[in-house]
C-alpha cells in the first residue's frame, strides 16, 4: 500500500482547502451540488469540516475555476446514535489562513471542546443554505489498552529471550479488521551555553523503502497488526543524528521515547485500503464518487483515536552508547 503523509504537527490546525472536481458533461446546467469533509480526531478536543460546492471545469480543467467554491451559511452538527442531543458548529471566516488556489481567506466549520466517544456511532447532518441536506455516520473505534507484557519494558530493555533487532510496543485489540498507525518521536534538550535548555523533537524512521536509487524513509507505520516495531538500528541512528557535529555531547538529555497510536474507523480503513491519499491530520484531499460516503452529496466522513506511550531510555545506556544525560 502506499503511505504518503505530510509529517506535520498534530497540534496544528490542517487547513486543506478541498475542492470537488467530478467528470461532468459539459452538456446543461450543473444541478448544485455539495460535498463536505470531517474527520473526527481522537488527538484533539477541535474538529473541523470543510463545505464546497462542485462545479463545472472547463475543457475538463480543474483549475479553470477562478471562484472560491468553500459554502458558507450552512448547519453543521454532530449527534451520538439514539440521543437528541445535538452539538452544533460555528461558520467562521479566518483571515489568517489564505487559500493560496483563491487568494481568499479560509471558510471552514469548527466544533470545540468536543473527543468522539471510544465505541460510539455518531451522525452528522448539514443543511446547506438552500435546504439541501447531507448525512452520514461513523462508528468510532474502541479504545486503546497497551499490553504492557508484550510490549518492550525499558531501553534497550532485557534481551535474553527479548527481540534484539526491534523494540516492540503492543496493544489490546478487537479491531483487528481496522487499520492502525504509529508514530515515534524522540524528545530531548539542548543546554545551551546560558544554562538555558531548548527542548527539541525528532521523528524515528520506522522503515525504508527503495524507491529505483532513492531511498524513502517512512515515519508513519500502517498496519492491521496489533503491535509496532521499532528498529533498533534506525533508532540509534536517530539517535546519533541529534548531536550529529558537536563535540560536546553532555549537553544533550533525553526524554523518554514517545510512541502514538491511531485507530482508524472502518470509513478511513476502506479509503487508505483503495490506495487513496490523505495527509497525517486525515484529512480527505480527492476522492472518486463511489467512495463517497455522504448520503445527499459527496465527501467524506469518517473517524479516529489516540493513545500515547512512553518507553523509558536506561540512564548508562544514553550515557555509555552516546554520551547524552537522561532527562529527569
Known amino acids: 500500500m502506499k503511505k504518503i503523509f505530510a509529517h506535520l504537527s ?3 490546525l490542517f487547513t486543506a482547502f478541498v ?3 467530478d467528470d461532468i458533461s459539459p452538456v446543461g446546467d450543473l444541478p448544485d451540488k455539495y ?5 473526527l480526531r481522537g488527538d484533539t478536543t477541535l474538529q473541523t ?3 464546497s460546492r462542485l462545479y463545472a471545469a472547463e475543457n475538463f480543467d480543474p483549475y479553470s475555476n477562478e471562484i472560491d467554491p468553500a459554502v458558507e451559511g450552512a448547519k453543521v452538527s454532530l ?4 440521543s437528541t442531543t445535538e452539538y452544533f458548529f460555528n461558520d467562521t471566516v479566518d483571515n489568517d489562513k489564505i487559500n493560496s488556489r483563491y487568494g481568499t481567506p479560509a471558510k471552514y466549520y469548527y466544533l470545540k471542546n468536543f473527543t468522539p466517544q471510544f465505541g460510539k456511532e455518531l451522525e452528522l447532518k448539514v443543511v446547506l443554505p438552500d435546504g439541501q441536506t447531507m448525512t452520514s455516520k461513523t462508528k468510532v473505534p474502541q479504545s486503546i489498552a497497551f499490553d504492557l507484557d508484550a510490549t518492550t519494558p525499558f531501553i534497550p530493555g532485557p534481551l535474553i529471550g527479548r527481540d534484539t533487532v526491534n523494540i516492540t510496543v503492543a496493544w489490546k485489540s478487537s479491531s483487528l479488521d481496522l487499520l492502525k498507525a504509529g508514530k515515534v518521536k524522540i524528545v530531548y534538550f539542548h543546554k545551551e551555553l546560558s544554562g538555558e535548555k531548548i527542548r527539541h523533537e525528532k521523528e524515528v ?3 525504508l523503502v527503495v524507491d529505483g536509487t532513492d531511498t524513502v524513509k517512512n515515519y508513519i507505520d500502517i498496519t492491521f497488526n496489533s503491535y509496532l516495531k521499532i528498529n533498533r538500528k534506525l533508532l540509534e541512528e536517530a539517535l546519533e543524528e541529534i548531536s ?3 563535540g560536546v555531547k553532555g549537553r544533550y538529555s533525553i526524554a523518554p521515547l ?3 497510536v491511531f485507530f482508524f474507523d472502518d470509513n478511513l480503513t476502506r479509503f487508505y485500503s483503495a490506495g487513496l491519499f490523505f495527509d497525517f491530520g486525515f484529512t480527505v484531499r480527492n476522492y472518486p464518487g463511489d467512495l463517497s460516503n455522504i448520503n445527499g452529496g459527496l465527501g467524506f466522513f469518517a473517524s479516529y483515536i489516540h493513545a500515547n506511550k512512553i518507553i523509558k531510555f536506561e540512564k548508562q545506556y544514553l550515557l555509555n552508547r552516546f554520551g547524552y544525560l537522561a532527562e529527569k
Open 10 to 12: 498534530l497540534i496544528v
Open 19 to 21: 475542492s470537488c472536481e
Open 35 to 39: 460535498a463536505v469533509n470531517l474527520v
Open 49 to 51: 469540516a470543510y463545505i
Open 79 to 82: 449527534k451520538y446514535s439514539g
Open 205 to 207: 524512521t520506522l522503515g
Open 244 to 246: 550529529e557535529g558537536d
Open 258 to 260: 514517545e510512541i502514538d
